[in-house]
């Protein structure tokens, strides 16, 4: 079982940035591909990026490339969602999520394990 805790959503100006990130519980934290996912009202859950157990590979929503940045430090058992150039659109609950079964990052949110609670991003126009 693995339970995983985001931070450091808030409120931030269109062109603004933020950090979020996801710690776990656990010791096999190394082991886990780690996605983010978003939920804006009225709209379904979404991908938005993912990363290898190793750290060593990435993949990204188009709607977020160049501007989001993924990263683990699994000594730390920690998964961080920097964001840049933020815009409106991307308000929304970040929930940041585990996968013990996966070889590859999946997008699909039926793909992952464990889930956070969810943090709140505003972008203000």
């Known amino acids: 079982q693995v339970h995983l805790v985001e931070s450091g959503g808030g409120l931030v100006q269109a062109g603004g940035s933020l950090r979020l990130s996801c710690t776990a519980s656990?010791?096999?934290?190394?082991?886990?591909?780690m996605a983010w996912f978003r939920q804006a009202p009225g709209k379904e859950r979404e991908f938005v990026a993912g990363?290898?157990?190793?750290?060593?590979?990435?993949k990204y929503a188009d709607s977020v490339k160049g501007r989001f940045a993924i990263s683990r430090v699994n000594a730390k058992s920690t998964v961080i969602l920097e964001m840049n150039s933020l815009k409106p659109e991307d308000t929304a609950v970040y929930y940041c999520?585990?996968?013990?079964?996966?070889?590859?990052?999946?997008?699909?949110?039926?793909?992952?394990?464990?889930w956070g609670q969810g943090t709140q991003v505003t972008v203000s126009s």
């Open positions: 999520a585990a996968s013990r079964s996966l070889f590859t990052i999946a997008t699909m949110q039926n793909e992952y394990d464990y």
């Open positions: 656990g010791r096999t934290f190394s082991s886990y591909i």
């Open positions: 990363i290898s157990d190793s750290g060593g590979s990435t």
